[in-house]
C-alpha cells in the first residue's frame, strides 16, 4: 500500500487590494501548510488580491479597478518569484489563483501549478469569465485548455497528475470533459467566498451559494473519478467596507469560507474550519489522500474510458492560442487550416 499524500485547502481572507500584503500571507500559508505535513497545498479563485466583489454591486468603479490591476500578479515578476521560492523552501507543490496582470495592463481569472522545487509547470487563464466579471476580466484562448500536469512528489508519492478549474467553470460539461480526459488524480476547484443560501427570495442563484457550489465541486469528483480540494476565501467586515459591497449579492456580510477535501466518488472527506452556516474562520483543511482510491473508483465509472461511447458522441478541441498580432503568411495559413476544417 502506497504512503498517503497529505493535503492542504486553504480557507483565508486575502489582504484585499493590496499585493505586497498577500503575497507575504500566501507564503506564510506556505511555510503553515509544509509544518502540517502537506505536500500541495491550493488557494481560491483570485486570492492574489482577493476577489473583486464589488462588480456585484456596483459594475464600474474605476478607481477600484485600477487599483485592483495595479495589484494583480504578474507571472514574470518578483512577487511570483518569491512564490516560488517559499514552494521550494518548503518542498511543496502549490495550487495559486490570482488575478494576473499582462504587461498591455489587462487582467485574468488565473491559476498557477508550482512544483515543489519551485517551478512553474502550468498557468493558464479562466476561458470565460462568469457574468459581471466581465466588466474587469478577459477571456482565456486555446493554450489555457492545457490544465493538468505533472507533479513529482519525489520518491515516497512519485508522479501525480494535478488540474485546475476556476469557479463556474465546473458547470460547463464540454470543459470538463476535456479536463476530465487529462486524468487527473488530484483537482483544485477554485471559488471566490461563499455566503449560504437564503432561500426562495435571495437575489442570487441557488448554484452561487454554499450549497451549489459545494454540489458542483461534489459532481465533478464523481464525474472525474479524482480528489477534489474545493478551495474558498473568506470576506471580513473591514474588507466588505473596503470594497463598499453590503448592498451586493457577494460579500453581503462576514463569512464566505468553506473549504473542503472531497473523495473521487463525491464524499466529503473534512469537516468544516468553524461556524458552517458563516464559514467566517481562517484555516488549513488537511486530508491523507490513498491515490489508488481513484483507480478503484474508475473501474466503476469512467466517463473517458469504459463508460463512454466515443463511437456515437465526441469533444472537438482547438488549442491554438489565439493573439491579437500575427504574421501575415502564418494568418494565412491558419485560414487555410479553418477553411480545410469546414463541413
Not at 7 to 22: F, I, K, N, T
Not at 64 to 88: F, G, R, V
Not at 99 to 121: C, D, F, M, N
Not at 294 to 299: F, N, Q, S, V, Y
Request: charged share 20%; with cysteine.
Amino acid at each position: 500500500m502506497t504512503t498517503p499524500l497529505r493535503v492542504a485547502a486553504v480557507q483565508a481572507e486575502p489582504v484585499y487590494l493590496d499585493l505586497a500584503a498577500s503575497v507575504k500571507k500566501v507564503c506564510d500559508l506556505i511555510a503553515e501548510a509544509a509544518q502540517g505535513g502537506a505536500k500541495l497545498v491550493a488557494l481560491s479563485e483570485c486570492w492574489i488580491p482577493g476577489y473583486p466583489a464589488w462588480i456585484w454591486a456596483r459594475p464600474v468603479d474605476v478607481a477600484m479597478q485600477t487599483q485592483y490591476a495595479a495589484n494583480s500578479l504578474a507571472l514574470d515578476s518578483p512577487e511570483m518569484d518569491q512564490i516560488k521560492s517559499a514552494a521550494a523552501a518548503h518542498s511543496i507543490a502549490v495550487v495559486l489563483g490570482f488575478s494576473e496582470r499582462t504587461p498591455s495592463g489587462s487582467v485574468y481569472i488565473a491559476q498557477a501549478i508550482l512544483s515543489p522545487k519551485g517551478e512553474l509547470l502550468m498557468s493558464r487563464r479562466k476561458l470565460k469569465p462568469t457574468h459581471m466579471e466581465r466588466t474587469v476580466f478577459g477571456d482565456g484562448s486555446g493554450a489555457d485548455l492545457s490544465n493538468v500536469v505533472d507533479v513529482d512528489f519525489g520518491p515516497t508519492h512519485g508522479v501525480v497528475k494535478v488540474g485546475c478549474l476556476a469557479c463556474w467553470e465546473h458547470t460547463q460539461p464540454l470543459l470538463k470533459f476535456h479536463t476530465i480526459s487529462q486524468n487527473e488524480t488530484i483537482h483544485v476547484a477554485m471559488w471566490p467566498p461563499l455566503a449560504p443560501s437564503a432561500g426562495v427570495d435571495d437575489p442570487g442563484l441557488w448554484s452561487m451559494s454554499v450549497e451549489g457550489c459545494l454540489s458542483l465541486s461534489q459532481t465533478y469528483a464523481i464525474e472525474s473519478a479524482a480528489y477534489v480540494l474545493h478551495t474558498t476565501a473568506v470576506c471580513g467586515q473591514e474588507s466588505i467596507e473596503r470594497m463598499r459591497t453590503a448592498e451586493g449579492i457577494v460579500c453581503r456580510e462576514p463569512g464566505g469560507g468553506h473549504s473542503c477535501v472531497i473523495g473521487p466518488d463525491g464524499r466529503r472527506l473534512t469537516s468544516p474550519l468553524g461556524d458552517e452556516g458563516k464559514g467566517v474562520q481562517e484555516g488549513i483543511v488537511y486530508a491523507d489522500l490513498e491515490l489508488g482510491r481513484t483507480l478503484a473508483t474508475k473501474g466503476f465509472l469512467d466517463v473517458v474510458g469504459h463508460y463512454s461511447r466515443p463511437d456515437l458522441l465526441w469533444l472537438g478541441v482547438d488549442k491554438r492560442q489565439k493573439e491579437v498580432v500575427v504574421a501575415a503568411r502564418e494568418r494565412e495559413v491558419v485560414g487555410r487550416e479553418s477553411k480545410a476544417g469546414e463541413v
